[in-house]
Protein backbone atom coordinates (compact mmCIF):
# COMPACT_ATOMS: atom_id res chain seq x y z
CA UNK A 1 0.00 0.00 0.00
CA UNK A 2 1.26 3.43 -1.17
CA UNK A 3 1.58 6.31 1.48
CA UNK A 4 1.17 9.97 0.41
CA UNK A 5 5.33 10.77 -0.47
CA UNK A 6 6.20 13.82 1.63
CA UNK A 7 7.62 17.31 0.36
CA UNK A 8 11.04 18.15 1.24
CA UNK A 9 9.91 20.89 3.85
CA UNK A 10 7.69 18.19 5.92
CA UNK A 11 10.36 15.68 5.81
CA UNK A 12 12.59 18.49 7.18
CA UNK A 13 10.07 18.89 10.05
CA UNK A 14 10.21 14.94 10.76
CA UNK A 15 14.08 15.59 10.79
CA UNK A 16 15.78 13.91 14.25
CA UNK A 17 19.49 13.60 15.15
CA UNK A 18 21.03 10.61 13.93
CA UNK A 19 21.82 7.96 15.93
CA UNK A 20 23.34 4.48 14.53
CA UNK A 21 23.20 1.03 16.15
CA UNK A 22 26.19 -1.64 15.61
CA UNK A 23 27.08 -3.24 12.73
CA UNK A 24 24.85 -6.02 12.79
CA UNK A 25 24.57 -8.88 10.25
CA UNK A 26 21.67 -9.79 8.08
CA UNK A 27 21.74 -12.18 5.00
CA UNK A 28 19.41 -11.36 1.99
CA UNK A 29 18.75 -13.44 -0.94
CA UNK A 30 17.51 -13.07 -4.71
CA UNK A 31 17.84 -14.42 -7.62
CA UNK A 32 19.44 -13.13 -9.95
CA UNK A 33 19.09 -13.21 -14.07
CA UNK A 34 21.05 -11.38 -16.96
CA UNK A 35 20.16 -8.77 -17.95
CA UNK A 36 21.36 -4.96 -17.44
CA UNK A 37 20.79 -1.26 -18.37
CA UNK A 38 24.54 -0.79 -18.57
CA UNK A 39 27.62 -3.61 -18.42
CA UNK A 40 27.37 -4.26 -14.72
CA UNK A 41 25.53 -7.74 -14.20
CA UNK A 42 22.41 -7.48 -12.10
CA UNK A 43 24.11 -11.19 -10.68
CA UNK A 44 27.31 -8.82 -9.68
CA UNK A 45 25.03 -6.25 -7.60
CA UNK A 46 22.88 -9.00 -6.12
CA UNK A 47 26.30 -10.50 -4.81
CA UNK A 48 27.61 -7.58 -2.97
CA UNK A 49 24.23 -7.20 -1.14
CA UNK A 50 24.15 -10.95 -0.71
CA UNK A 51 25.87 -10.15 3.33
CA UNK A 52 24.16 -7.15 5.60
CA UNK A 53 26.36 -4.37 7.70
CA UNK A 54 22.74 -2.75 9.43
CA UNK A 55 23.55 0.76 9.29
CA UNK A 56 19.96 2.08 10.12
CA UNK A 57 18.59 1.98 13.81
CA UNK A 58 15.49 -0.46 13.42
CA UNK A 59 14.02 -1.43 10.81
CA UNK A 60 11.22 -0.46 8.00
CA UNK A 61 7.66 -1.68 6.47
CA UNK A 62 7.57 -2.79 3.07
CA UNK A 63 3.77 -1.53 3.40
CA UNK A 64 1.16 0.34 6.23
CA UNK A 65 0.40 -2.37 8.48
CA UNK A 66 3.44 -4.89 7.86
CA UNK A 67 5.79 -6.10 9.95
CA UNK A 68 9.32 -3.77 10.14
CA UNK A 69 11.78 -6.26 9.10
CA UNK A 70 13.57 -4.50 6.09
CA UNK A 71 17.13 -3.19 7.48
CA UNK A 72 19.03 -0.19 5.80
CA UNK A 73 22.30 -1.69 4.87
CA UNK A 74 25.75 0.16 4.51
CA UNK A 75 28.97 -0.42 2.91
CA UNK A 76 32.20 2.26 3.13
CA UNK A 77 30.67 3.30 -1.03
CA UNK A 78 26.92 2.66 -0.25
CA UNK A 79 23.71 1.99 1.50
CA UNK A 80 21.07 -0.62 0.46
CA UNK A 81 17.80 -2.45 1.63
CA UNK A 82 15.78 -4.82 0.03
CA UNK A 83 12.03 -4.43 -0.55
CA UNK A 84 8.76 -4.13 -2.77
CA UNK A 85 8.45 -1.48 -4.97
CA UNK A 86 5.22 0.30 -4.93
CA UNK A 87 4.65 3.15 -7.24
CA UNK A 88 5.67 6.59 -6.84
CA UNK A 89 3.46 8.91 -9.80
CA UNK A 90 4.25 12.54 -8.03
CA UNK A 91 5.26 15.18 -9.23
CA UNK A 92 4.47 16.70 -12.83
CA UNK A 93 1.06 15.87 -14.41
CA UNK A 94 1.42 13.24 -17.44
CA UNK A 95 -1.10 11.47 -19.55
CA UNK A 96 -0.24 8.48 -17.06
CA UNK A 97 0.49 9.84 -13.96
CA UNK A 98 -2.33 12.52 -12.76
CA UNK A 99 -5.18 13.14 -10.57
CA UNK A 100 -7.30 10.81 -12.43
CA UNK A 101 -4.67 8.08 -12.98
CA UNK A 102 -3.83 8.02 -9.35
CA UNK A 103 -5.68 8.57 -6.21
CA UNK A 104 -2.95 9.91 -4.21
CA UNK A 105 -1.16 12.05 -6.41
CA UNK A 106 0.89 15.02 -5.48
CA UNK A 107 1.87 17.34 -7.83
CA UNK A 108 5.10 17.90 -5.73
CA UNK A 109 8.30 16.20 -5.69
CA UNK A 110 10.69 16.72 -2.65
CA UNK A 111 13.62 17.55 -4.75
CA UNK A 112 12.61 19.54 -7.55
CA UNK A 113 14.02 19.61 -11.11
CA UNK A 114 16.87 22.61 -12.27
CA UNK A 115 14.25 25.12 -13.49
CA UNK A 116 12.34 24.48 -10.47
CA UNK A 117 9.30 22.51 -11.81
CA UNK A 118 8.83 18.89 -9.77
CA UNK A 119 10.27 16.01 -11.23
CA UNK A 120 7.97 13.36 -13.82
CA UNK A 121 7.79 10.02 -12.10
CA UNK A 122 6.97 9.19 -15.93
CA UNK A 123 10.07 10.49 -17.50
CA UNK A 124 12.44 10.57 -14.94
CA UNK A 125 14.16 7.41 -12.95
CA UNK A 126 13.93 7.89 -8.95
CA UNK A 127 13.73 5.86 -6.22
CA UNK A 128 11.86 7.55 -2.60
CA UNK A 129 13.75 7.40 0.48
CA UNK A 130 11.63 7.55 3.86
CA UNK A 131 11.80 11.01 5.91
CA UNK A 132 15.12 11.28 8.56
CA UNK A 133 14.10 10.24 11.56
CA UNK A 134 15.40 7.58 14.73
CA UNK A 135 15.69 4.59 12.50
CA UNK A 136 17.58 6.24 9.62
CA UNK A 137 18.77 9.35 8.72
CA UNK A 138 19.64 9.30 4.89
CA UNK A 139 21.30 12.64 4.96
CA UNK A 140 24.00 11.36 7.51
CA UNK A 141 25.31 8.14 5.27
CA UNK A 142 25.80 11.03 2.47
CA UNK A 143 22.38 10.42 0.57
CA UNK A 144 20.05 12.87 -0.55
CA UNK A 145 18.25 14.27 -4.14
CA UNK A 146 19.88 13.68 -6.87
CA UNK A 147 22.10 11.00 -5.20
CA UNK A 148 23.05 7.96 -8.23
CA UNK A 149 21.18 4.56 -7.29
CA UNK A 150 21.31 1.55 -8.75
CA UNK A 151 17.73 -0.73 -8.76
CA UNK A 152 18.11 -4.49 -9.33
CA UNK A 153 14.95 -6.56 -9.67
CA UNK A 154 14.11 -9.86 -12.55
CA UNK A 155 17.81 -9.60 -13.87
CA UNK A 156 17.48 -5.84 -14.65
CA UNK A 157 19.45 -2.93 -13.70
CA UNK A 158 18.30 0.57 -13.56
CA UNK A 159 19.94 3.61 -12.92
CA UNK A 160 18.31 5.96 -11.26
CA UNK A 161 18.19 9.47 -8.74
CA UNK A 162 17.05 9.95 -5.38
CA UNK A 163 14.02 12.20 -6.37
CA UNK A 164 11.60 12.01 -3.52
CA UNK A 165 10.82 11.66 0.15
CA UNK A 166 8.36 9.20 2.12
CA UNK A 167 6.55 8.28 5.45
CA UNK A 168 9.28 7.31 8.17
CA UNK A 169 8.25 3.92 8.71
CA UNK A 170 7.95 2.89 5.12
CA UNK A 171 10.49 1.77 2.27
CA UNK A 172 10.24 0.25 -1.18
CA UNK A 173 9.10 2.72 -3.86
CA UNK A 174 10.04 3.93 -7.07
CA UNK A 175 8.95 6.15 -9.74
CA UNK A 176 6.63 4.73 -12.60
CA UNK A 177 9.50 5.07 -15.11
CA UNK A 178 12.02 3.41 -12.51
CA UNK A 179 9.33 0.21 -12.33
CA UNK A 180 9.12 0.51 -16.70
CA UNK A 181 12.85 -0.07 -17.07
CA UNK A 182 13.10 -3.37 -14.49
CA UNK A 183 9.50 -4.47 -15.89
CA UNK A 184 7.49 -4.13 -13.14
CA UNK A 185 4.07 -3.26 -14.21
CA UNK A 186 3.66 0.64 -13.40
CA UNK A 187 0.29 1.24 -13.15
CA UNK A 188 0.15 3.95 -9.94
CA UNK A 189 -3.41 2.19 -8.73
CA UNK A 190 -2.21 -1.83 -9.47
CA UNK A 191 1.41 -2.03 -10.45
CA UNK A 192 4.41 -2.34 -8.61
CA UNK A 193 5.82 -6.02 -7.01
CA UNK A 194 5.95 -7.60 -3.72
CA UNK A 195 8.68 -9.42 -4.84
CA UNK A 196 12.35 -8.46 -3.55
CA UNK A 197 13.62 -5.64 -5.56
CA UNK A 198 17.16 -4.37 -4.40
CA UNK A 199 17.67 -0.58 -4.26
CA UNK A 200 21.67 0.56 -4.08
CA UNK A 201 22.15 4.15 -3.45
CA UNK A 202 26.17 5.07 -3.53
CA UNK A 203 27.41 7.69 -1.37
CA UNK A 204 28.05 11.08 -1.61
CA UNK A 205 27.72 10.97 -5.60
CA UNK A 206 24.24 13.36 -6.59
CA UNK A 207 23.61 14.38 -10.10
CA UNK A 208 22.80 17.91 -11.20
CA UNK A 209 20.88 18.89 -12.67
CA UNK A 210 19.38 16.01 -11.03
CA UNK A 211 16.73 15.41 -14.37
CA UNK A 212 20.54 14.71 -16.24
CA UNK A 213 19.68 11.07 -17.33
CA UNK A 214 23.05 10.44 -19.38
CA UNK A 215 24.74 11.74 -16.43
CA UNK A 216 22.77 9.34 -14.06
CA UNK A 217 23.86 6.08 -16.41
CA UNK A 218 27.45 6.98 -17.25
CA UNK A 219 28.23 7.92 -13.41
CA UNK A 220 26.03 4.46 -11.77
CA UNK A 221 27.53 2.45 -14.32
CA UNK A 222 31.13 3.74 -13.08
CA UNK A 223 30.05 3.40 -9.51
CA UNK A 224 28.67 0.08 -9.74
CA UNK A 225 31.46 -1.19 -11.23
CA UNK A 226 33.64 0.10 -8.06
CA UNK A 227 30.77 -1.57 -5.89
CA UNK A 228 30.95 -4.99 -7.43
CA UNK A 229 35.11 -5.02 -7.55
CA UNK A 230 35.87 -3.76 -4.17
CA UNK A 231 37.97 -0.97 -5.57
Same mark, same amino acid.
Given at each position: ?R ?6 ? #?? @? ?8 ? !? ?6 R?E? %? *? ?7 ? #? ?8 ? $????? +??? =???? /? =? !???? !? ?8 F?? *? ?6 ? +?????R? &??R ?8 T ?6 ? =? ?9 ? $? %? !???? =??? &? ?5 ? @? +? /? ?6 ? /? @? ?6 ? +???G??? $???E #???A????? @??? *??P??G ?12 D????P?E ?7 T /????A ?7
Open positions: MLPSLTLA #AA @GMALLAPALS !PAVEHRTEP %V *AWSEGTVRA #ADLLARTHRC $VQISR +GRY =RSDD /G =R !PADI !PVCGTRDAVWK *ADLDIDCD +GRPTAC &NRTDPLFSDAAFPQSDG =RALSAERLPYI $V %V !PAPS =RVW &NHRAHGV @G +G /GSVAAVVH /G @GRVQYAVV +GDIPRG $VIG #ASYTARGL @GIA *ADRNGTSEDVTYIVFRARIKIDRAATVA /GERLRLFVTGK
